[in-house]
């Protein structure tokens, strides 16, 4: 199955078997507390109006407030996205940060807007919502296809609405000087870093003998494969939704970020590949950074990478998961390896609330120390159960998730 949804409540139920989790607790887990679907009329520069479809999902505010992105992108479904809200439940639980799990999205390609259509698209999406969000009610933060600028907007209109009174931690991924953190534009990669460090290490894998493929030249996938290529690292091909590169003695990366820059794509720089999909590629580490369901179980054999990093939200199916535990493959989950974003994310809130602010070197050795006794407790998780790091993570999350439901009394 490729449906979200139905994949992120599977891996629910997979995990919940391993702690004897009792069926009433899966049966209200399954489900998001709340789905807002809504639809945002913005008038075009042409003086038409057009109307966007839009969502938020608030899976669980058991731990803290609901906490998780916003996507714009042509793809978005209620389904994507109370599936993401789900996943980010279980990430802040991993990462014990006292945040809960939500996730909204637009249906849009936004690179076909203007920047004063964006605009008035982001401020809409708060216009409409705006009840159900605030610094202890549910906090965005960017996703696929938004950003700083877009994140200024929607606070700005926010604050707007509550009469002018600040309440910067209404939102995270801020631009720096209007209440964002340092680091943040690099703390998903960064992150996903600190856990592939240490997983390395775990698996003794030397970095000189090491070739990478990266799925993904956003945000996340061009920032992790800036940080592998100053470490040293051999980056053997980079791909995007336009096209494959592929170079086997390792490609330049600052030189293929300034290519992105100037042309849109990683394509048509170097040597381009269409014959193998980069899932496929005879890489020893395949990252996962752009979206759901690129390992499936029609692709899922193919695989020759021996460890998966996944910095993309779900993608992998469960399907294509058990296939690929069996081929003894280590993946490093989603809820655990790309959670850099929202920690920081919630030391942004941290920041907003004091109203005081950390240098980048005090924010990344907090991301450090987050991210590092997360992944040993994954660790630990998978040795004493004897499970996939994956489930390990949900064990914990679960865990952690339960007992507050238990302590509130609602279970
Ligand atoms: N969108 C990011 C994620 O999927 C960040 C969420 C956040 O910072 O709240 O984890």
Known sequence: ???????????????????????????????????????????MDNGSIEIFEAYRSQHSNACGPYKGGIRFHPDVTESEVKALSMW???????????????????VVDSTKLSENEL????????????????????????DVYTNPKIMAWMLDEYEQLNGGSYAHGMITGKPIEFGGSKGRSIATA???????????????????????????????GATFADILYKEGFKIIAVSDSKGTVFDDNGLDIPNLNQHKLSTG????????????????????VLILAALENAVRKENADNVKAKLIVELANGPITPEADAILEDKKIVILPDILTN?????????EQVQNSANYYWSEEEVINKLHDFMKNAFLKVHDASTQHKVSFRKASYVLALNKVVKTMKFRGWI
């Open 1 to 43: 199955m490729n449906d979200p949804y139905t994949n992120a409540v599977s891996q629910l139920h997979e995990a919940a078997k391993i702690i004897n989790l009792d069926e009433s607790i899966i049966k209200i887990l399954s489900h998001p507390n709340r789905v807002i679907k809504f639809y945002i009329p913005v008038k």
């Open 88 to 106: 980010m439940t279980w990430k802040c639980a991993v990462l014990e940060l006292p945040l809960g799990g939500a996730k909204g999205g637009i």
């Open 119 to 142: 605009e008035r698209l982001s401020r809409g999406y708060v216009q409409k919502i705006h009840k159900y969000l605030g610094p202890d009610m549910d906090i965005p933060a960017p």
């Open 190 to 220: 960064k992150g996903g870093f600190f856990v592939f460090e240490e997983a390395i290490k775990m698996l003794n894998l030397s970095k000189k003998n090491i070739t990478v493929a990266i799925q993904g030249f956003g945000n996340a």
């Open 265 to 284: 794509s990683v394509k048509h720089y170097g040597k381009n590949i269409s014959d193998v999909d980069i899932i496929e590629l005879d890489a020893d």
């Open 339 to 347: 959670a850099g974003g929202v920690t920081v994310s919630y030391l």
